[in-house]
């Protein structure tokens, strides 16, 4: 069989972890099989969707990486296909018209509740053999009702949660299209996964519900055409914040395009979310193209997931050591400008980045400590009392002078440091940290003579002598 997947995301908001992750595991699922990843857009809550939600999946698919082979398709633009479908089932029996009234309806739900039973349909309109039905009122548009199967279960084995089991009698006769002709929700997925040849349902845990209906009503379109086929199952549970809730806005950033602004690589939060209620032995760092060669629906956790934001700094800090020196400048140099931090070609970028790509755990984090190369720093006050000392003005004033003559390189700048320190009998500290605070504006930097090196010789001058002056 050929492995045909989807994600079919609703276009009511930001594509958001919750919704990457799940296209992942769909994008990997068939990439692993050679089969065939969709994107689907259903966006048939006209009130709720819009363009620009649509374009935030798309944007967040594209970041991502995450190339689909077919669509997007539009489930508003298939509008013609459900009617006919709903056609079909009318003519086979398995739909019908159901002229109840909103108040009958309401008072019946009333009475069913008054009596503790669970309010369904009872079945008024709901052809039998040997029924006769109610004489058909003038006044009301009818709604269309799909003729669940009454008796026995229905049943899948859910290739995470294993098997599921829901008792035909729990489910009343689904409205599958509205008085206005729209067909409803789990009509649409359901036409949809069967016309677009959909071999495993890759979702959240949140549609578990539904599933049983859509079986019943695939297994309905199976008798009219017998091509027709029940997908597999696979509900994802869902994602949990570091504190053990529901992942929300409050938890930082859920978007996807959210955690581009605030400098991930997409590499770090794909390696993140496939590990996010999936695992392979222990590995934990690899690319998208090695997961979907792991990837397997075998591996994936039932219980919820939890999101850690340290474990993501962790990968992304990877990503960011890994990262081609050239891409990341570019990146970078985006950042600082919209910091309002114009690069020059002095000092380089590159050797900049690259003097602080192994402590930044994000693109922002990197772009603002390298930002003092390009911008005159703010002094800390703090660390400007406790290193700056009256007692060391004398050497650092001396070594200023000594470096206006010296060649700029790292080993003659230490050379330099390094005789201020012996030549007053001092710890090397004594002289670095004054020097950091002056150049860099705080007390911490990688050695301070790379960041010299870097910095370059009119810029340090020009900096020291504006602390010691
Ligand atoms: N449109 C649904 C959602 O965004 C997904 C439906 C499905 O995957 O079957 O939650």
């Not at 994600?7 to 089969?35: E, M, N, V, Y």
């Not at 077919?70 to 089932?89: A, H, L, N, S």
């Not at 003097?355 to 720093?377: G, H, M, V, W």
Request: hydrophobic share 40%; glycine share 6%.
């Amino acid at each position: 069989m050929i492995v045909r997947t989807r994600f079919a995301p609703s276009p009511t908001g930001f594509l958001h972890i919750g919704g990457a992750r799940t296209a992942l595991f769909s994008w990997a699922f068939a990439k692993k099989h050679g089969g065939t990843f969709i994107l689907r857009i259903e966006d048939t809550d006209v009130a709720r969707s819009t363009p620009e939600a649509v374009q935030a999946i798309l944007d967040g698919m594209q970041w991502l990486g995450l190339d689909y082979d077919e669509g997007p398709f539009y489930q508003m633009q298939r509008m013609d296909r459900y009617k006919q479908v709903i056609q079909t089932m009318l003519d086979a029996g398995s739909a019908y018209y159901c002229y109840s009234s909103k108040e009958e309806l309401d008072a019946l739900r009333e009475q069913q509740m008054a009596n503790k039973k669970k309010p369904r349909y009872e079945g008024k309109w709901r052809p039998e053999a040997g029924k006769v039905l109610p004489a058909v009122p003038k006044d009301v548009p009818p709604v269309i009702r799909f003729k669940n199967p009454q008796d026995g279960v229905v049943a899948w084995d859910d290739m995470v949660k294993g098997r599921i089991e829901i008792s035909n009698s729990e489910l009343d006769d689904l409205i599958i299209a509205r008085a206005d002709g729209t067909p409803t929700y789990n009509f649409c997925v359901v036409v949809d996964d069967s016309d677009m040849g959909i071999t495993q349902v890759i979702r959240g845990d949140d549609h578990v519900n539904n599933t049983p209906r859509q079986i019943n009503l695939l297994k309905a379109l199976a008798e009219i055409d017998s091509t027709i086929i029940v997908p597999q199952y696979a509900h994802l549970s869902m994602i949990l914040g570091n504190d053990g809730q529901k992942l929300s806005k409050r938890h930082g950033a859920v978007s996807v395009m959210q955690y581009d602004e605030d400098g991930y690589l997409p590499e770090a939060v794909i390696n993140y979310l496939a590990r996010l209620g999936w695992s392979h032995g222990d590995e934990e760092v690899f690319s998208k193209q090695q997961f979907a060669e792991w990837f397997d629906l075998d591996h994936i956790t039932p219980s919820a997931a939890q999101f850690n934001t340290e474990k993501l700094n962790w990968l992304n800090n990877h990503y960011i050591k890994a990262a081609n020196l050239e891409v990341l400048a570019k990146d970078i140099t985006q950042r600082l400008g919209r910091m309002g931090i114009a690069i020059a070609t002095q000092p380089a970028i590159k050797e900049a980045i690259a003097l602080y790509r192994d402590r930044a755990n994000t693109l922002n984090e990197l772009a603002q400590s390298i930002a003092y190369f390009y911008s005159k720093p703010q002094i800390d006050e703090v660390a400007k009392e406790k290193h700056i000392t009256a007692d060391i003005l004398p050497v650092l004033n001396t070594l200023a002078t000594q470096l206006v003559s010296i060649d700029w390189t790292v080993e003659a700048i230490h050379a330099a440091i390094e005789y201020a320190v012996t030549s007053n009998a001092l710890k090397f500290p004594k002289v670095a940290m004054p020097l950091r605070v002056m150049l860099t504006g705080g007390a911490q930097s990688p050695s301070i003579d790379a960041v010299m090196a870097i910095l370059g010789k009119d810029e340090v001058l020009a900096r020291m002598n504006m602390t010691l002056n």
